[in-house]
């Protein structure tokens, strides 16, 4: 069974930066494609970025292009979100999602994945 776990949520101010880390085995961190979705309070959840399996190749949303980069580490099993120039509409839950397969019309949907962390809390004060 295929299973993901996110850490390193927390409350930071408006400009912070905080870097969110997603561990998983090593069958999944080398064959799966890795991402990141949120859900903020009363909103649906939405892509945030997204890392083929060999770390070649990212897709990130609109709205966090620019300020956060998916990365891997292969010495640690994990995808990381690095998160700078943190704004308060960045405050949501942030969850770590993982498929074998990639469709470039759908990544971005989150019905797409099965593969679900249980969700770690960022808060942005302003």
């Known amino acids: 069974q295929v299973q993901v776990t996110e850490f390193g949520g927390g409350l930071v101010q408006a400009g912070d930066s905080l870097t969110l880390s997603c561990t998983a085995s090593r069958y999944t961190f080398e064959m799966y494609y890795m991402g990141w979705f949120r859900q903020a309070p009363g909103k649906e959840r939405e892509f945030v970025a997204l890392i083929n399996w060999t770390g070649g190749t990212t897709w990130y949303a609109d709205s966090v292009k620019g300020r956060f980069t998916i990365s891997k580490d292969s010495a640690k099993n994990t995808v990381d979100l690095q998160m700078d120039s943190l704004k308060p509409e960045d405050t949501a839950v942030y969850f770590c999602?993982?498929?074998?397969?990639?469709?470039?019309?759908?990544?971005?949907?989150?019905?797409?994945?099965?593969?679900w962390g249980q969700g770690t809390q960022v808060t942005v004060s302003s």
């Open positions: 999602v993982a498929d074998r397969t990639f469709a470039s019309q759908t990544y971005f949907k989150p019905e797409r994945y099965r593969v």
